[in-house]
């Protein structure tokens, strides 16, 4: 099988997060950072793109990208990294970084975080030919603008192993308190877990931080769940995101979209949607509904979800914003990543989609 | 009879600042360049406020921007004179405003609000760039203060490479400096090199510091001077070296030009280990006084410093600490002085004005 | 029209004196010292301050030379020596000069080296005998810019409003003289956080020299 990088990869990642490393020298081999304390999304991106060069060619990191403008300092570039024609600069969207020469790729990871997208927004504003130049963009199908025309560097799909799925996470029942959000927090957080089964329909929400601050998202997220709430067919689901450090800023996440979404809904545990901290199981989603629905957005996260994960549902739903991919594209990624039953909704505002009996 | 000299307006924005580092030292230094070639008319401006000559002149003998200011301000109390349409501007650092002339041109010095955006506070990424690719669009040519920054600029902005000129700077010391250098006490510091470093991260002091721990460092006999601050983020590498590796390390605080040409003037070499540089003249000041450079090899360093010193990759302690022995060497250093001299002497006064005045009449 | 005096010669091999031009006693003096046969042994710039030349009214007391010889003190010593304009080689004093112990002209610590730095004063109380010169410019160029020129030089930023107000009531109504404003402006706590970085008179950079 041919692998994405064959000659090897030279991966860079945004310069905060190897504030705390010491680099041994300009450019490393990846192992080097195996001890290094680098967070938890920007090590999975790294993880990711190391995977698609063989075991046997180079996986190096450079430090800083931007020394290597030309000449000798780029001439000693080329050296060290003996054949090497693939640079992927990990962004968390406040630069991309170019390596004059190689191919450069892009892996916008963590761009569900809030901010990132501001931060990418920003940049294309400010610098539109620097991302004119990308050879490639990994996981997403992101369209660009300069000078009136639209440009989508090519996109590729990686996949790596599925994420060390916690064995169990907890279901507990959300709780929404428009008043004192907060308060709905710490009853969800205090409140036992619970072991729901047996329903005909869920509705799996995995949502990105950054979907869960879109007003359209919130409305569409709390008509689901004021239309699910107390139906005893239906169950829902919400996986809290990646991005706040701890799990009450996490579940204060969903709370908050809910109370944007304007929906009015009774305050204290819900009996019937529920959050966890991760991902379940496909065995486990099968023994919580015959029929399963996945609602997420264009910025989640997909590269570590299980094929059996996947599979498990029989309708896909991501919430997309408008203008932001380009749309063929985007659909062809999102069909190979969610498969042929993936419906993109993009988030029109006032285009409610009608619910699915 | 001689045909008339081209008429070019410099804008002197960058000379109101209070304190002269970085870029308004190069502007004073362009200025003078063009008026030494006597092969340009000049005229002068802030935000098309045309300014007199004399309020400039005075400007930069005095080297601060105190008199430009009341220039300035006398000039707006009354009807302010626009600057002529018709002669090209030229910008010596990004253009502060929309402009419509029919002919400008802006200088780039580097582009680390892009590439190291970590390194500004964002409302300085935020004035650098917002405006940069319009400003690059209405500018007819765009001078790069060095091949780096030229090439860091047509990476992010390829379009523009046709526009894209070079102008490099060169050193000016005063004139009394040398005599006033003879003239001075004796400096007996012992063995040591002069560092440039502060507690910026991209400055790159931890690297010398980290290698004061090896021993080959110890082995070379050598000091290290760094001028400037100290700071409280330097303070704590400190703590973690030995009182003896401590005590190699010493940090001047501010000092005026004289006590950095002293100090250049009697140091064996420049340490010079940033991660990055638009032009990095510490260099140029170091090699016209005969002082071999050991830099990074990294951004502008190897065509500023070019044979008169020695690069070494700047994240690794064991490249610099063999390259520091090799430049430590008073036998290198001999063989290395005469090159560090003829490098510094490609940089002069009439090097940055030509591709100016070739801008200027229209070349 | 320059006038200047070799006073002595040193042990570690310097040659001391004062020159100044007296039509502009701000501006330092090149000169060269020469033996009587016409060798050059020492040049330079006639600019330190010396206490005497300014209660002589001597250039303000900023025309004092100390330069390095480039043959033995001794040797020196025993001839008439020429102090001349160093571009015009006009002559300006003829004579000898006796020989003095001191001790090494040398600095060995980085404190020593900034403590003699000729770019900066030591203290603003150098330019007492610069009154008339500072009243002058407050003549010429106004209060206001006198006020803002003394806070860039003193303090090194611009003057706020509330300084620039009281400080030129306090002018204008003579209740203080320019010299005393930046005495004033020396006493004060941001001064002394800041820490003295005076440029001396003849230098670039002092704002109340005429252009």
């Known amino acids: 099988m041919t692998m994405l990088f064959e000659r090897g990869a030279l991966i860079s990642l945004p310069a905060r997060e190897l504030a705390l490393t010491t680099p041994p020298t300009s450019v490393f081999p990846l192992e080097a950072l195996e001890a290094a304390s680098l967070s938890p999304t920007p090590r999975d991106a790294l993880n990711l793109v190391a995977s698609c060069a063989p075991p046997d060619r180079p996986r190096l990191i450079v430090a800083r990208p931007e020394m290597f403008t030309h000449g000798a300092s780029l001439d000693w570039l080329n050296d060290a990294i003996g054949g090497v024609l693939d640079h992927v600069a990990l962004s968390d969207g406040e630069t991309v970084r170019l390596v004059p020469g190689l191919r450069n790729h892009v892996y916008f990871y963590g761009l569900g975080h809030s901010g990132h997208l501001d931060a990418l927004e920003r940049l294309e504003r400010r610098a539109p030919e620097l991302l004119t130049q990308l050879h490639s963009q990994v996981n997403t199908a992101l369209a660009f603008r300069w000078k009136g025309r639209r440009f989508a560097p090519l996109t590729q799909a990686i996949m790596g192993d599925p994420s060390a799925l916690d064995a169990a996470p907890e279901l507990r029942p959300l709780a929404v308190d428009r008043p004192s959000p907060e308060d709905g927090v710490a009853l969800a957080l205090a409140a036992p877990p619970a072991a729901p089964a047996g329903f005909e329909r869920l509705h799996y929400l995995r949502l990105s931080e950054s979907a869960l601050h879109d007003e359209t998202v919130a409305r569409r997220v709390t008509m689901l769940v004021a239309d699910a709430l107390g139906d005893p067919r239906r169950i829902v689901v919400w996986v809290l995101p990646v991005g706040a450090d701890h799990e009450a800023g996490r579940v204060g996440a969903l709370v908050q979209c809910l109370i944007a979404g304007g929906g009015r809904l009774p305050r204290g545990l819900m009996p019937n949607v529920f959050f966890a901290s991760a991902d379940l199981a496909a065995e486990r989603l099968a023994g919580l509904a015959a029929r399963r629905s996945l609602i997420t957005d264009d910025l989640a996260d997909f590269s570590r979800a299980a094929p059996e994960f996947l599979e498990a549902f029989a309708a896909v739903r991501v919430y997309a914003r408008p203008g932001r991919h380009m749309p063929a594209q985007f659909h062809e990624l999102m069909h190979m990543v969610y498969g042929p039953q993936t419906e993109i909704d993009w988030l029109r505002p006032g285009a409610e989609p009608a619910m699915r009996p | 009879m001689s045909a008339a000299r081209p008429k070019l307006t410099v804008d002197v924005g960058p000379l109101l600042d209070d304190v002269w580092t970085g870029i308004p030292v190069f502007t004073r230094r362009l200025i003078r360049a063009l008026q030494i070639s006597e092969a340009v008319d000049l005229d002068f401006g802030c935000d098309l406020v045309r300014l007199p000559a004399a309020a400039v002149e005075r400007t930069l003998r005095q080297n601060a921007g105190a008199y430009l200011h009341e220039a300035l301000a006398s000039a707006l109390r009354a009807t302010p004179e626009r600057v002529d349409p018709d002669p090209p501007l030229l910008y010596p650092s990004n253009k502060a405003m929309r402009t419509h002339l029919r002919r400008e041109a802006s200088t780039v010095h580097d582009l680390s609000t892009l590439t190291m955006p970590e390194n500004h506070d964002a409302g300085n990424v935020a004035a650098h760039l917002d405006f940069l690719e319009e400003e690059l669009e209405t500018d007819e040519a765009v001078f790069c203060i060095s091949q780096a920054t030229r090439a860091a600029l047509v990476t992010a902005f390829p379009s523009v490479t046709a526009k894209t000129r070079l102008l490099p700077q060169y050193v000016d010391w005063p004139a009394d400096f040398q005599a006033m250098e003879r003239n001075a006490p004796r400096l007996k510091l012992g063995r040591y090199a002069i560092v440039v470093g502060t507690v910026e991260p991209r400055k790159n002091l931890g690297l010398l510091l980290r290698a004061l721990a090896l021993p080959e460092v110890e082995k070379s006999g050598l000091d290290f001077v760094v001028v400037g601050k100290r700071g409280w983020l330097v303070d704590a590498f400190l703590d973690s070296l030995t009182p003896q590796q401590r005590q190699r390390v010493r940090f001047t605080g501010f000092v005026t030009e004289f006590v950095k040409y002293r100090l250049i003037a009697n140091a064996e070499f420049l340490l010079f280990p940033s991660l990055y540089e638009g032009f990095g003249i510490p260099s140029l000041e170091a090699m016209s006084l005969g002082k071999p450079v050991l830099a990074s090899r990294s951004s502008s360093f190897p065509e500023v410093v070019g044979e008169g010193g020695l690069l070494f990759d700047p994240f690794s302690v064991e490249d610099f600490a063999q390259n520091l022995l090799e430049i430590a060497d008073p036998r290198r250093q001999r063989e290395l002085a005469p090159m560090a001299h003829a490098q510094n002497a490609r940089f002069t006064p009439a090097r940055m004005a030509a591709p100016v005045l070739a801008w200027a009449a229209g070349r | 029209m320059p006038r200047g005096h070799i006073d002595s010669l040193t042990a570690s091999g310097l040659v001391e004196g004062w020159a100044l031009d007296e039509a502009r006693p701000l501006a330092p003096l090149a000169v060269a010292v020469l033996t009587a046969s016409g060798a050059q042994i020492a040049d330079g710039y006639a600019h330190l301050w010396r206490e005497d030349l300014a209660q002589a009214g001597l250039g303000y007391g900023w025309c004092a030379f100390r330069l390095a010889l480039n043959v033995p003190a001794e040797a020196a010593s025993r001839q008439s020596l020429r102090l001349v304009e160093a571009g015009t080689r006009a002559v300006i004093f003829e004579g000898a000069a006796a020989l003095h112990d001191d001790g090494p002209h040398e600095i060995d610590d980085l404190d020593a080296l900034i403590g003699a730095d000729p770019t900066l004063m030591p203290s603003i109380e150098l330019l007492e005998s610069l009154a008339p010169l500072l009243d002058a410019f407050l003549a010429a ?48 706590p941001e001064f002394a956080e800041r820490g003295c970085r005076l440029v001396p008179p003849n230098r670039p950079g002092f704002p109340f020299v005429a252009a």
């Open chain 3, 141 to 188: 160029q106004g209060v206001e810019a006198f006020v803002g020129a003394a806070y860039l030089y003193v303090l090194g930023r611009r003057v706020d409003p509330s300084g620039l107000a009281s400080f030129s009531r306090l002018l204008r109504s003579k209740r203080l003289t320019p010299y005393a404003m930046l005495l004033a402006l020396a006493e004060g």
